[in-house]
């Protein structure tokens, strides 16, 4: 999801996507709004900006209710959870930075459509959505949100295919980008994943109690396994890269209308985004995130007394350093857990001063140490900025920066939330003046090559890769049409928009 809005963030910044999400789905099971809320609750890292819920019910009605901010601050509310009826839900999280922050951008979209409702929920980014929606205004096609997400909807609804999973497929083959989508209509819950398969997408199987299924078993979509762990659902496999899952009655099918391509799972849920619990693609995200901090201290190993995270993100990479170099782990930081992820701040001003409410030096861990600092990534260089103030403030006597992901030199265009180019530290600096920058004795970034043997290749195979890198080797194996695209049709789509 990503918003195609007019107002820049931060000022000047108007190439940059906003949005990372969490999608999840459930179908023929008791409270099914309920286990939506749970769900949406354990993917709440993917999204912190809105949530939202639309369930269905026994008699094919659709009911939602959607709201800004957290989902324990819309859906805590007893009356809330009794309307939204029926047997089964769909649910997103939604994680904006600023910009258009309006509740008709909200997920899932809803429309009513001559075969009934339709709701969808849509984690990733289009990029080829201002064209599309050009075209689809220029039809006659009225849009309610600045999201890229509501193409969906106008494709399906121009569709002159009959079913709706053929609406679905059609609307599919003319979108370009990142997607991992859950919808939901009268009969049925679809599951879908762009031909790459960029973001994640999980199936689960209900048994046995909250969501004990009545004739027949309840399904679960997700965008990641710790979704399914905390509803109780069995995971069953991942959806493939361009596999569409209709789940009904009868069961789960499986349709496969795309060729079949390399996948290019995005290598950043690894090392950053995915929860550490979460199961991605078949490997446990937690031990690659230890292997990617084994693997940097073989490459990049330092005299020191104590190896530091910056937590949370940190934690396992540093943990598996550690382990490789038999240097001490201390928690030399400590993160105040009631701050947000410092990226949601709307202004650099009070980013700066985020980064001092979420973080605090822990002195006896520090003074008089040579001390290695983890952190999974440096994007523009603020938060280890302070964080290296920080830790020489409380008496560190050397301070070794080590990241366990390659420099980010480029801009997501599928769906994780990063500046513009020219605000990538790594875009406009060597290691020397980055190092000097943050103030490190010392910094070393994961190699490319070392990330992959992290992630169990003997490296990047640069004909093949098998992951989406495209932010730390500008390989973007997904058209970037819009951003190619001449400025008159990005301006013209953007005026539609703004009416
Ligand atoms: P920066 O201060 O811009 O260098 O940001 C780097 C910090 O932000 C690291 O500690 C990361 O854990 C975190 N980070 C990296 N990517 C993202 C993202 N897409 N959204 C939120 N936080 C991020």
Known sequence: MNEMSTRPWPAGDDDKFHEECGVFGVWNATDAAALAALGLHALQHRGQE??????????????????????????????????????????????????????????????????????????????????????????????????????????????????????????????????????????????????????????????GAPGEAEGGPGWVLASETCALDIVGAEFVRDVDPGEIVIVDDAGVRSIKPFGRQQSRFCVFEYIYFARPDSVVEGTPVYGTRKRIGAELARESGVPADVVVPVPDSGVPAAMGYAA????????????????????????????????????????????????????????????????????????????????SSPPTTHSCHYGIDTPERAKLMAAQHDLEGMARIIGVDSLAFISLDGLYRALGKPGRDMERPGFCDACFTGDYAIPLTDAMGNAADRQLSLLQVSQ
């Open 50 to 207: 809105a949530a939202g819920i639309v369930s269905l019910d026994e008699a094919g009605i659709f009911h939602s209710h959607k709201g800004q901010g957290l989902v324990g601050d819309n859906f805590g509310d007893a009356k809330v959870m009794a309307s939204l009826r029926g047997r089964a839900a769909l649910a997103h999280n939604r994680y904006a930075t600023t910009g258009e922050t309006a509740l008709r951008n909200v997920q899932p979209l809803y429309a009513d459509f001559a075969f009934g409702g339709f709701a969808v929920a849509h984690n990733g980014n289009l990029t080829n959505a201002h064209g599309l929606r050009r075209a689809l205004v220029q039809r006659g096609c009225l849009f309610q949100s600045t999201t890229d997400s509501e193409v969906f909807i106008h494709l399906i609804a121009i569709s002159l295919y009959s079913t709706v999973a053929d609406r679905l497929i059609d609307a599919l083959k003319q979108v370009q980008g990142a997607y991992s989508l859950v919808a939901l209509h009268n009969g049925a819950m679809i599951g879908a994943r762009d031909p790459l398969g960029v973001r994640p997408l999980v199936l689960g199987r209900l048994g």
């Open 324 to 403: 490789e170099a038999g240097i001490p782990f201390e928690l030399g930081i400590i993160r105040n857990h009631y701050v947000g992820r410092t990226f949601i701040e709307p202004t650099d001003q009070i980013r700066h001063l985020g980064v001092k409410l979420k973080h605090s030096a822990n002195r006896p861990a520090l003074e008089g140490k040579r001390v290695v600092l983890v952190d999974d990534s440096i994007v523009r260089g603020t938060t280890s900025r302070k964080i290296v103030e920080m830790v020489r403030a409380a008496g560190a006597r050397e301070v070794h920066m080590r990241v």
